[in-house]
């Protein structure tokens, strides 16, 4: 049989009913690497090849209109080439890419191409659409198609073994999941923990909000320094806390701060492979939780810290519901239950390599799109935390971004300088 169809997961569901009412390119995934050093083509062909047969989602599309399935195919699809003059042209390249729609019912949904500078220089650039993989895809992604790499380039089959379990299982069971029962038994538990009436994070804005508007985003870059990287690690482990407890505190009080409430709803995303078996699959498992601070007096403290890893802790217990099902069930509403969205990455302990390839990350533009009010990102970079902050450019001014993360800064230098820095 050339293809075979499963059910969609119920994350997907979600993402292909909001991906219906918009035209734009905000779920693509991408980035790009520089390869420095001898590459072989055929080898690297062979290897992308032998990772596409091995993860089911590499090969699939969604078909159905508005009974939507997935639909696995048994193909392959090579490696473009492309002749660049210089990195600035190769990042212009993978930018473009990254801003162009993938339409859900094409195949492949993703694109991964190679851009020549030199015989020895070359840029690898790939868009993933959002719906087949997430954070933690790319970086098996990457693994497997190093290991597979090195196999062809010393002339073995470079074929990767099949896995034990695969993306196909994995949405067989998320259904399973959402059969009435454990279903009500995981809302009941999410009603719980948030407010019963929704509160309305209304950030100060520049120009007024347009309800059904596509949003147009831009991005300010980050970076926390050496030293109060340290300080909140150091804090951290004092309150037997993580770093994202400290940081989602200091978020927390900012956003209740100028937004003048006590109460906000933030979205944070959880990678939700909590079993082994999970980890080595390419895949879309990324949740959005929906965790709720409350009592913001607009200032950290011992005891909003404990409060925000309460927070984070019980959130975390229920994973995989679409935040969508909870707005629905919960408040009879459609769309999502924050505006802001906290994403501090931790990256989950997959390396690769090329063999005599030298490898760096190379710096993209961001695609003009944003998802959410605001959404920081922040991920440990040696000795520092560097990060960025998308927001609607349509709703604020580059200005009123600063202001957002100079307040959420200023709350961590205060909390780690703090008297009341003892063990609670």
Request: glycine content about 6%.
């Amino acid at each position: 049989m050339p293809y075979r169809e499963i059910p969609l997961s119920p994350l997907q569901r979600e993402m292909w009913r909001a991906e219906q009412t918009t035209d734009s390119a905000r779920e693509n995934v991408y980035g790009a690497l520089r390869l420095r050093g001898p590459l072989h083509m055929p080898a690297l062909t062979e290897a992308l090849d032998a990772v596409v047969r091995r993860h089911e989602p590499l090969r699939t599309h969604i078909t159905g209109g508005t009974n939507p399935v997935q639909r696995i195919e048994e193909r392959v699809f090579g490696l473009p080439v492309q002749e660049v003059s210089d990195l600035a042209e190769a990042i212009a390249t993978v930018d473009a890419d990254a801003a162009a729609r993938i339409e859900l019912d094409e195949l492949p949904l993703w694109k991964v191409r190679l851009l020549r500078l030199a015989p020895d220089d070359h840029v690898l650039g790939y868009v993933f659409h959002h719906i087949m993989v997430d954070g933690w895809s790319l970086y098996v992604f990457m693994r497997d198609l190093s290991e597979a790499y090195a196999l062809a380039l010393a002339g073995k089959p470079a074929d990767l073994p099949p896995l034990s379990f695969t993306y196909a299982d994995y949405c067989a069971e998320e259904s399973r999941f959402f059969e009435p029962e454990p279903l009500a038994s995981r809302i009941e538990h999410w009603r719980r923990l948030l407010p019963g009436e929704l509160p309305v994070l209304d950030m100060p804005s520049d120009r007024p909000r347009v309800d059904g508007a596509e949003s147009r985003g831009a991005a300010i870059e980050l970076s926390i320094d050496a030293g109060l990287s340290l300080a909140i690690s150091d804090l951290a482990r004092e309150h037997r806390c993580t770093v994202f407890n400290v940081i989602l505190d200091a978020v927390g009080s900012a956003t209740g701060s100028q937004a003048e409430t006590s109460q906000v709803i933030l979205g944070v995303p959880f990678h939700n492979r909590t079993r082994r078996q999970q980890r080595a699959m390419v895949g879309y498992t990324a949740n959005v939780l929906p965790m709720a601070l409350n009592d913001l007096t607009g200032r950290c403290s011992v005891a909003s810290l404990q409060r925000a890893r309460a927070v984070s802790t019980a959130a975390m217990r229920h994973p995989g519901i679409p935040p969508e099902v909870i707005m629905r069930t919960l408040y009879g509403e459609e769309g999502l239950p924050y505006r802001f969205c906290l994403n501090v990455q931790a990256p989950p302990g997959i390396s690769y390599s090329f063999p005599h390839l030298e490898l760096s990350r190379v710096p993209l533009g961001d695609n003009g799109t944003a998802n959410f009010d605001y959404e920081l990102r922040l991920i440990q970079d040696g000795d520092r935390i560097r990060g960025s902050l998308t927001y609607d450019a349509d709703l604020f001014l580059p200005q009123r971004a600063e202001s957002l993360w100079s307040d959420i800064r200023a709350n961590l230098v205060e909390m780690t300088q703090s008297q009341h820095r003892t063990p609670a």
